[in-house]
Each structure stands twice: as structure tokens, then as C-alpha cells.
T-cell receptor, first 109, second 115 residues
């Protein structure tokens, strides 16, 4: 059975304090790993898709990387508006996404 | 295009009542998904449509749940005889496959509270 674990569960950062979020997965036949951002009371917002080990993608202060068993989301010099829950979801053969529990990030000014 | 829309955004009901939610996908997307999300957890897959055909259902989808996509456009999710454990956010997503790339875009969700 596909398993996804995100750590830490929660992260409190000072504005400008860079950090990394981890997504460990056990998925047979990975077809892509997706990162989403979710604000309270809203649906997940798509950030990145990574398809192969070694791939990296960047968007503003966020950079996602992928290995064969993990993905990392690096937040560089975060701002308060980066506060959200970050969800990772590997996709195996088939159509559904299997989400981790998310990392709740709070960036304090 | 304004993205995936869901209606209602909030629903409060009493245990035992039936509820129905609607999802309007992005217009050119032929794939539609329903997920359920409880507080502090990631979304869990419920079911998937390609056009009007329901191609996959999770074991989470008990026989009290039914989903339809009658003309391959909007979809409805009905829960019969609601239970307090059904309280959750119900999320709809849509996508289309372009080559090997498929990205699911989510709607704002319908938050259900069963009293």
C-alpha cells in the first residue's frame, strides 16, 4: 500500500529564517510527485510537479527537489504570506493522488 | 476560466438527512475527482470520473455515498443517511491529460457538519 509521511507536522519560522520540509514516500511505479499549498478553509493550490530523481523546480521562495524515496520543499527567506499547510502527493500508476498529512508552516514577522 | 467551483461552500445537517454537493470542473477538463479531508489530515481519494464514466472508487466510499457525472460536465456527490463521521471537507478536482502530464486543480471545497 502506498504510504506518504510528511515532517515536521508543524513549523514555526521567523521571517527570513530558511527551512526545509520533508516528504517520504513508498509508492510503486512513481508517475510524479505533486506539491500543493493549502490555506485554512480553502482547497489545495498546485505548486509543483516533479517526475524524476534529481529534478528541481522553483517558484519565488520555494524550491522542490526529488530523490527516489523523498522530496524536499525548501523555503528560502520566508515571508508571513508563506504561512500555509504544504501537502505532498505522489502519484503511482492509476489516477488518484495519495496525500501526506501536510506540514503547517507559520512565518512570524 | 475561473477554475473549479463547488456548491454549497458550507452545509450543516442533522444526522440521518441526505445531502448533495455539486462540482463544476474547469471547462476543458475531462477528468474529475472527489476527495475528503478531515481536520489536520491530507485529502483522501473517494472517486474518479473520466467524462461521464466512473472509473475508480475508494473503499472509503460506502454504499451511502453515490457520485454522478451525467453529461461529462458537472458532478454531484450525494451522501444518504448522514452520520457524524461524515463531517469533513469534500474537495473536487479536475484535470486533463496532456501527453504524460496531468495536474489536478482543486476547488474551494464544501465543508459538511453533521450534528
Amino acid at each position: 500500500e502506498d504510504q506518504v509521511t510528511q515532517s515536521p507536522e508543524a513549523l514555526r519560522l521567523q521571517e527570513g529564517e530558511s527551512s526545509s520540509l520533508n516528504c517520504s514516500y513508498t509508492v510503486s511505479g512513481l508517475r510524479g510527485l505533486f506539491w500543493y499549498r493549502q490555506d485554512p478553509g480553502k482547497g489545495p493550490e498546485f505548486l509543483f510537479t516533479l517526475y524524476s530523481a534529481g529534478e528541481e523546480k522553483e517558484k519565488e521562495r520555494l524550491k522542490a527537489t526529488l530523490t527516489k524515496k523523498e522530496s524536499f520543499l525548501h523555503i528560502t527567506a520566508p515571508k508571513p504570506e508563506d504561512s500555509a499547510t504544504y501537502l505532498c502527493a505522489p502519484k503511482a500508476a492509476g489516477n488518484k493522488l495519495t496525500f501526506g498529512g501536510g506540514t503547517r508552516v507559520l512565518v512570524k514577522p | 476560466d475561473t477554475g473549479v467551483s463547488q456548491d454549497p461552500r458550507h452545509k450543516i445537517t442533522k444526522r440521518g438527512q441526505n445531502v448533495t454537493f455539486r462540482c463544476d470542473p474547469i471547462s476543458e477538463h475531462n477528468r474529475l475527482y472527489w476527495y475528503r479531508q478531515t481536520l489536520g489530515q491530507g485529502p483522501e481519494f473517494l472517486t474518479y470520473f473520466q467524462n461521464e464514466a466512473q472509473l475508480e472508487k475508494s473503499r472509503l466510499l460506502s454504499d451511502r455515498f453515490s457520485a454522478e457525472r451525467p453529461k461529462g460536465s458537472f458532478s454531484t456527490l450525494e451522501i444518504q443517511r448522514t452520520e457524524q463521521g461524515d463531517s469533513a471537507m469534500y474537495l473536487c478536482a479536475s484535470s486533463s491529460r496532456q501527453g504524460s502530464v496531468e495536474t489536478q486543480y482543486f476547488g474551494p471545497g464544501t465543508r459538511l457538519l453533521v450534528l
